[in-house]
DNA sequence: AGGAAATCTCAAAGCGCTTTGACACGCCAA
DNA sequence: TTGGCGTGTCAAAGCGCTTTGAGATTTCCT
């Protein structure tokens, strides 16, 4: 069933009913009120693809998903997804997703973009000097981008939360509990968070005049895995830290492992705070010791950028080009004054 | 930049062009070179949209994502999409995602296909009798589902693991270690797989004279809160059991935790098997206890299904209709004698 | 050299929709 | 009667691609 058999059903033109469809005023009530039934008894529906191809919109969302073969599926990104859900199925809008290997994204992300299957894009992973940002300007074509790119400037469309200054927060808040040896086990050190969380470390210890010993970072991905790895590390040094700080509750769940495996107990041995994006499957307060963490909902994250790309789409802006979201620093037991 | 646009630089006519794209032969060799160069000179993409209004196909896969307020998101509907990607990039494929209110997922079914945005359909959270069903054979567009509908005639192609195998040969393990008293914690329990494995148990313990006892079964969300409270009402029992079989590593989180508080040991007081997905943030093998598991990847699937559904679109058959995978029974430590 | 076959190219139709510009109609004021 | 104004409707163009059916050119065989 298309337009034309439909309007042929009517004895109406395909602009009448087109228009009566889509809400323009010119059609009187009575003809509007018999299409829309004629659409109910007949299952109408128009074809997407005609539509984008006549109007150039078609209400959906592009977004570059990496994927390989032993390419590790990252919770981060399904809870993300699930936040862009949220507000797109209030919309009608949908998803087109382009798997890519990681190594081919910003390729990826222009094809995407030039299919001329999306009306918007979403970016995510954001890395240090980010290549894609100078792609997505040359677009013209909606984007948003979460988190930010350090070393560009700020002059994109972007939500992102204050990752310096949760870092920087949690680390003073050990500072005063008396600690002085710290390690942090971050993100990729090539993506922009982990560089601006591993800052704000670096920052609050330099107010006191510590550093940040080189043996006593990581930067790995974010697996249970890694987390045990780095931490066994850590805790093999001759002067092994009291206090961690740890981009994700992934992360953790592995450190925890091997402190509780070399006898330890977190929250008086070991001091650790955690990054939590609230994944509904890692609860720090579910934790056997719970997590002090500093919180920020990816979730929370998602809703809003899908807001503002399904807003712009629509013209129904105007809305912030930038937008940086504090975290909470929650404390739980995890954290205790040095030993 | 468009066809008409690229053919008029070359001096050529667009079906020329088309047809030097599109690998027809009735093209000269030289000309096709030509061709080609101009393209990746001018970055020349051609629009998806109207290649599928020309051709109905446009190389993609649809799915319904369920989401909402409060529904939480699940680690496994992610796993499954990073396995249909990994096939899908190979094939430059993408997906269109269609997020929907749970209850609403036949309407946003038809929605998805009726809207001619994708070439074939994946269905996954098969229910008994799932009415979903019947609406996709009445559409003729390619579909895979991921498990099954019980109930259902099982005549429409499906790729499914055999869940109540899984579970009574589990449960056969318990009988053999001399476990008489046991438990389940399954998923909701319309969903297909929950019916099936549930008979597994049933049938398992029915040739030992024994039954599932109603206070000793428990359906819910798979979340670990839940496998928490479902374990702390097992425990609670006047005569406890001691074998729990266990839908998913997610519910086996909450309800170790639930063994840990109550003093008791995993693999010792209480034995437990958990189906495994293989999620890589819940490793079996990484728990304080290693887990005996019913093996079974997700993500292997997804890669099939794409493979299937690829291969149908692409008239790159044929493919099996119906596929049954067996699970591995791995044994660890949280199995043991019966106390 | 002649003609058929093979090779290459083209103009135009069509996919299903939106949107433009025009037309027909009834109504009221001049 | 004429003109102007809203209201409701329509035919046709256009979005960017594929594909058909036919025309032009070259190649090959006798």
Redesign the pocket.
């Known amino acids: 069933m ?6 042929e059903l009517l ?12 809400g ?8 509007r009120e018999r299409v829309l039934r004629a659409v109910k008894e007949t299952g ?4 997407k ?3 984008r ?4 919109k078609a209400g959906s969302i592009g977004l570059v998903m990496p994927t390989a073969p032993g390419h590790q599926s990252d919770v981060h990104f399904g809870e993300f997804l699930t936040g862009l859900g949220e507000e797109a199925v209030r919309h009608d809008f949908h998803f087109v997703i382009m798997p890519a290997d990681p190594d081919d994204e910003v390729a990826a992300l222009r094809r995407l973009a030039i299919s ?1 299957n999306v009306d918007a894009l979403f970016v995510a992973y954001m890395r240090g000097h980010d290549p894609r940002l100078a792609m997505l300007k040359s677009l013209s074509m909606p984007f948003v981008v979460h988190g930010r790119s350090f070393g560009s400037e700020p002059d994109y469309p972007y939500l992102d939360i204050d990752n310096e200054g949760a870092f920087y927060d949690a680390a003073r808040l050990l500072l005063q509990l008396g600690h002085t040896r710290f390690a942090m086990m971050n993100g990729p050190a090539h993506l922009d968070f982990a560089i601006r969380r591993r800052n704000g470390l670096i920052a609050a210890l330099a107010e006191r005049g510590l550093e940040l010993p080189e043996d006593c970072t990581s930067q790995t991905v974010m697996t249970d895995e890694e987390g045990l790895i780095a931490m066994e590390r850590f805790l093999q040094l001759p002067d092994r830290p009291t206090a961690i700080l740890c981009s994700s509750t992934v992360l953790a769940l592995g450190a925890i492992r091997a402190v509780n495996q070399a006898g330890l107990k977190l929250g008086e041995d070991i001091s650790l705070i955690a990054h939590d994006d609230v994944l509904p499957l890692l609860k720090p307060e579910n934790f056997s010791v719970p997590l002090t963490t500093t919180r920020s909902s990816l979730r929370a994250a998602g809703v809003r950028i899908a807001q503002r790309l399904i807003g712009t789409v629509k013209q129904a802006g105007p809305f912030p080009e930038q937008e940086l979201w504090k975290t909470e620093l929650i404390v739980r037991a995890s954290t205790g004054p040095a030993p």
Not at 2 to 7: G, T, V
Request: aromatic share 6%.
């Open positions: 298309n337009l034309k058999q439909l309007s004895g109406l033109s395909q602009t009448t009913v087109s228009r009566a469809l889509n323009y005023p010119e059609v009187n009530e009575a003809t109408y529906r128009p074809n693809a005609a539509q191809l006549a109007t150039g001329g």
